[in-house]
């Protein structure tokens, strides 16, 4: 639903970024010690096809980012706005032949629809903000974070991309540069979890057409705070606060791009780990995803599937994959495998009966 378009640098973004850099380059003597997958950015050090260098104008265009964060500010105040129901208030105004009842929305509403804004933004942000500056460390070329407002969903974003040329990264540089984000963006949610969660009233009769089902680590926390009236399951619109909102779209961004497939943050993580044998786990999860969908049949997760297949579900060679990790980034990895299993909700959304 939302941040499947993000680390999945799609097709238009690696086509402008693999442009050539027309900047002259000094002939160099190849390097013994270069790992045999290693492709030398000098057409003069090698016999053979080489990436060449992504040109930072290219890549530093602000314009487009610039206007799209503004876009995705106006999505979610919208939504928080409308209660997380912006679908449902469409319908109402269609049906009154007026805007009087978005008039209402906005004079009642507009400060939980600023506060969620804020907090969802603070989220986004900081996740690519974890990227793009290890991208800067590293000197990795990366476009801006690019934001995807959609006001007609319940969160009011499809999440942010950074397109990023990942072939002039290592091993090591690749997995900093996927597990930052993540990180960052935690270091916001966790703590809006915990304010939302203190201030759930779930004796608020549920409306609206769907529910937010919780992912493990809400429904712990919720249970630790010991919120009475929930049922151990989802969460109406209604009952909802803009921090837990905030919370829940942080945990779901976080957990879907953890998921190790293909060029999301877990399939950078995944690769630098386990390298091609990463594969073999990125195809099954796709199948395993496909097969849950058709039995169920949920399909809100559908267009982050096809996306992923379009894409590829494998994680393309780095730069040098034979660069050691170190046992703190291998543990650390190992850890991070389980973020999926505790922040991602299966179904997000549960309809009702």
């Not at 304010?195 to 057409?209: E, H, M, V």
């Not at 009952?239 to 791009?257: D, E, I, K, R, Y």
Request: glycine letters at 8%; one cysteine or more.
């Amino acid at each position: 639903m939302l941040r499947v378009v993000s680390k999945l640098e799609n097709f238009a973004i690696l086509r402008c970024m693999n442009q050539p850099y027309d900047r002259p380059t000094r002939p160099t003597q190849p390097d013994s010690r270069t790992p045999l997958n290693h492709e030398s950015a000098d057409p003069f050090s090698a016999g053979r096809p080489v990436r060449r260098r992504t040109s930072p104008r290219l890549l530093r265009r602000v314009r487009w980012p610039a206007i799209l964060f503004l876009l995705t500010c106006l999505s979610t105040f919208w939504v928080g706005v409308t209660n997380w129901q912006p679908v449902q208030a469409l319908f109402v105004c269609t049906e009154q032949g007026n805007l009087t009842y978005v008039r209402q929305l906005f004079l009642n509403h507009w400060q939980q629809g600023l506060t969620y804004m804020g907090c969802v933004l603070a989220i986004l942000v900081l996740h690519e903000l974890g990227h793009f500056v290890m991208t800067l460390i590293y000197r990795i070329p990366a476009t801006m974070p690019i934001f995807l407002p959609f006001p007609f969903n319940p969160i009011g974003t499809l999440g942010a991309v950074i397109g990023m040329n990942g072939f002039e990264a290592n091993r090591k540089q690749i997995f900093d540069i996927g597990i930052a984000g993540p990180l960052a963006g935690l270091f916001v949610a966790i703590p809006l979890a915990w304010i939302g969660a203190s201030r759930l009233d779930l004796s608020i009769p549920p409306a609206g057409g769907l529910s937010f089902q919780c992912p493990l680590f809400l429904d712990w926390l919720i249970e630790r705070l010991n919120v009475s009236g929930y049922n151990g399951s989802s969460i109406s619109p209604s009952q909802m606060n803009p921090f837990f909102s905030a919370a829940w779209v942080g945990c779901l961004v976080t957990g879907l791009n953890m998921i190790p497939v293909g060029q999301l943050d877990g399939g950078h993580i995944t690769y630098a780990l386990f390298g091609q044998r990463a594969h073999f786990l990125a195809r099954a999860l796709i199948v395993g995803a496909i097969a849950s969908m058709v039995y169920f049949g949920h399909m809100v997760l559908l267009l982050m599937v096809i996306l992923v297949v379009l894409v590829g579900t494998d994680h393309p060679p780095t730069a040098n994959d034979r660069m050691p990790l170190g046992w703190f980034r291998y543990g650390l990895g190992l850890l991070s495998l389980s973020i999926p299993i505790l922040l991602f909700p299966p179904m997000v959304f549960e309809l009702p009966t």
